[in-house]
């Protein structure tokens, strides 16, 4: 009997108990202790009831999550193909790999805050300052993980796609990036997330739309109603952001056992 | 612009080798390594040659050299007067190459594999569908075109790469260890079928082995290398009786074990 025989059938939806269940513990002693939080010492507008986190929500301006979404994908997208195409260069001249690679770890170590404290002080067009950010951070963990990739391709494909006599853009295109087709994935997951978060912090300097913005408004206004609902919608924009990864990654990666 | 290489227009053209030279700098202590050590060899259109020598004999440097991977440091390799490393381009199409592991794409059906070298030439999609599907079929693969290699068993995937192989109908069929790691049934049959195939199309056949009963059952010629791929024997085994095998088989034996021709290979 071969192996995939033995294998129960994996159920193509699992109902998540668990998680429901501990969110709604959570929710439980959350409400609870919005009601006693005036007897414990603690504000009451500190600890707001679900109800008003509710209103928050319900009350949520859609523009400002198109805004933020926008950034965010036209960003990842902008830095993908930058650190894809700068990988492929790095890849095809060993020269430029030792040149460009410990830069490129220079700026991976830079934090996000000092980037932003430069965009400010750089750029005066706010989405050019948020975009310069957003590149400027995911834009390296594209390309570190696509060079990492392209050199842990087997040398045994490699060999057999020289023996074939391919034109350089064809070894890129028929071997190299199906080839890091799984490691691109798991990048973008890497990257959606640290996208989510630096949009948040840039969008707090200087932006008058997006989610930072209001958290930026609901921080001044003592709304810690308003900074739940907004911090709701990014935790939501991320498992929506990957749900959609993950799909396309089951379908681009069929092929695997 | 296409890169579909010229039809042939007489058969496969001959390989010529005059003092053949690789060395290679190990990077580690910067010594100099001989791989080749001015080899002088002649292999004329359709000839099925085995090569044959020890491991680390050189066998693989001037394999890499035949596919073009590796440039010559002295001398010269020639294939109808053009060289495979500095006329990379003119190759494409013209040599093919089946490996000890079959290198199948992982993310490509079997058919998508078949046709990988159709795609690189150049050929017209319905043209490569038509020949790549020709090929499968011939191989016994008919059932399995949209079979991912890891639904195939090892057999069934080297001989996938035996039609990707002969689907570019190449003048130059290049074999390395290409049947040593499967089983000796699954080897014999796919060994019978590739030189079957090899001697049907006309191609120019040259096998790499380290197994002298398979280098013996297929080769018109047999090349023995000694260290740096000396050439110590070149055995044309029609001359060899059937029932001289044996012997033959003991010669080549001791020619790899002394590193120097076995005086018993000149009296046939």
């Known amino acids: 009997m071969a192996p995939d025989e033995y294998r129960e059938p994996v159920p193509s939806f699992t109902f998540p108990r668990q998680t429901l269940v501990s969110l709604l513990v959570f929710a439980v002693f959350w409400e609870a202790l919005s009601h006693l939080a005036p007897y414990l010492g603690i504000p009451p507008f500190a600890v707001p009831g679900l109800l008003k986190i509710a209103r928050s929500i319900a009350a949520i301006t859609p523009v400002d999550i198109v805004v933020t979404l926008a950034r965010v994908v036209g960003a990842l997208l902008a830095s993908f193909v930058i650190g894809l195409a700068l990988a492929m260069a790095m890849y095809r001249s060993e020269k430029l790999h030792n040149y460009l690679h410990p830069m490129v770890r220079i700026l991976m170590a830079v934090p996000v805050v000092s980037w932003i404290l430069f965009a400010v002080l750089w750029f005066p067009g706010v989405e050019f300052r948020i975009g310069f950010v957003l590149v400027v951070v995911c834009g390296p963990v594209f390309l570190i993980d696509t060079i990492d990739a392209m050199r842990g391709v087997p040398r045994e494909l490699r060999q057999m796609m020289q023996s074939f006599r391919p034109t350089t853009y064809q070894f890129f295109v028929k071997l190299m990036l199906p080839a890091i087709v799984p490691t691109i994935f798991t990048s973008w997951k890497v990257n959606i997330s640290l996208a989510i978060r630096v949009v948040t912090i840039a969008e707090l300097v200087g932006a008058v739309t997006g989610i930072g913005h209001q958290l930026s408004v609901a921080q001044e206004l003592f709304s810690v109603a308003d900074v739940f609902a907004w911090t709701i919608v990014l935790v939501v924009l991320l498992f929506l952001l990957e749900g959609l990864l993950s799909r396309a990654e089951k379908r681009l990666l069929r092929w695997r056992p | 612009m296409s890169v579909l290489a010229p039809e042939t227009q007489s058969g496969p053209p001959p390989i010529e080798v005059r003092g053949l030279r690789k060395v290679f700098r190990q990077a580690t202590s910067g010594q100099s390594v001989i791989a080749i050590d001015r080899l002088d060899l002649a292999i004329a259109p359709r000839d099925v040659v085995a090569i044959v020598g020890q491991t680390g004999c050189g066998k693989s440097t001037f394999f890499d050299m035949l596919i073009g991977l590796e440039a010559p440091t002295e001398g010269s390799l020639r294939i109808g007067g053009k060289s495979p490393h500095d006329d990379f381009d003119y190759f494409r199409g013209r040599i093919a190459t089946v490996f000890q592991q079959d290198r199948l ?37 008919g059932q399995f075109i949209n079979a991912y290699p890891h639904e195939l068993s090892g057999g069934m995937r080297q001989r996938v790469a035996i039609a990707r192989a002969f689907a570019v109908q190449p003048d130059i069929m290049l074999a390395d260890e290409a049947f040593g790691h499967l089983d000796e049934v699954t080897a014999g049959e796919l060994r019978d079928t590739f030189l079957s195939l090899a001697r049907e199309s006309g191609s120019t056949a040259i096998l790499i082995t380290h197994q002298l009963e398979e280098a013996i059952s297929v080769g018109d010629r047999i090349v023995v290398f000694g260290k740096s791929a000396r050439l110590l024997a070149d055995i044309h085994v029609a001359k060899w009786p059937k029932e001289q095998y044996a012997l033959l088989r003991e010669a080549i034996q001791s020619t790899l074990q002394n590193n120097a021709p076995d005086p018993r290979l000149t009296q046939v």
């Open chain 2, 105 to 141: 794409l992982p993310w490509r059906t079997a058919l998508d594999n078949a046709k990988l070298p159709l795609e690189l030439i150049g050929m017209a999609e319905d043209e490569q569908n038509k020949r790549a599907l020709a090929w499968l079929n011939r191989l016994g693969l």
